[in-house]
């Protein structure tokens, strides 16, 4: 079984731009997960993705939005970037639960400079 | 204080060694989760565990409910194992996971 992918891998961007970031789940998983991770504030949780629908959101402003498609892929989106918002972007998936086992994709290292 | 808290920090063992990490929670849990992420981002789950011990390979995970806190053991460390684990609670109603801050693991030959 595939494993769970993410594209990009790498991304610099400048200041005020804006990104997207994808994640595709493994086969059969309805539930992703994403999470930032840096330096400072180790993983945090973004929010995470059920049936197309957001069930859960973190602590994070508006300028951090996502998606889920009906197949189950799932994208993140980051407007108006800032310096901070460098980090490891991490997608997860599992099969129903945010808390069940999480598979975990490669991530993608976003530099904003 | 974090809602999740791992010792120690930084371990530096030789092979062969007996290793522990342990982390404790302040809130009520589904779960438990220990994690393991190498050099370069990569992050695996080793373990999920709600009582008891679960043991995988040279990998053991216990953990306390009354106590909230869990441990985890590596018998024989080699130098693969050098990586950062990080371990994880999932809240009661099951809709996210938080995280301590991390373990960073290396074993020398």
């Known amino acids: 079984k595939a494993g769970v992918t993410q594209t990009p891998r790498y991304l610099i961007k400048t200041r005020g731009q804006q990104v997207t970031l994808s994640c595709s789940p493994i086969s059969g998983h309805r539930s992703v997960s994403w999470y930032q991770q840096t330096p400072g504030q180790g993983l945090q949780f973004l929010f995470e993705y059920f049936s197309e629908t957001q069930r859960n959101k973190g602590n994070f402003p508006g300028r951090f939005s996502g998606r889920q498609f009906s197949n189950s892929r799932s994208e993140m989106n980051v407007s108006t970037l800032e310096l901070g918002d460098s980090a490891l972007y991490l997608c997860?998936?599992?099969?129903?639960?945010?808390?069940?086992?999480?598979?975990f994709g490669p991530g993608t290292r976003l530099t904003v400079l | 204080k974090n809602e999740v808290e791992q010792s120690p920090q930084n371990l530096t063992a030789q092979e062969g060694e007996f290793i522990t990490i342990n982390c404790s929670y302040s809130v009520g849990i589904s779960a438990l989760h220990w994690l393991q992420q190498h050099p370069g981002g990569g992050i695996v789950s080793l373990f999920m565990l709600s009582s008891g011990k679960k043991k995988h390979g040279r990998l053991i995970a216990t953990i306390n409910i009354q106590e909230k806190h869990s441990s985890l053991h590596i018998t024989a460390s080699h130098p693969r194992d050098s990586a950062v684990y990080i371990c994880?609670?999932?809240?009661?109603?099951?809709?996210?996971?938080?995280f301590g801050e991390g373990t960073q693991l290396t074993v020398n030959p």
């Open positions: 997860a998936s599992s099969l129903a639960d945010p808390t069940d086992t999480q598979y």
């Open positions: 994880a609670v999932g809240n009661p109603s099951g809709s996210r996971l938080t």
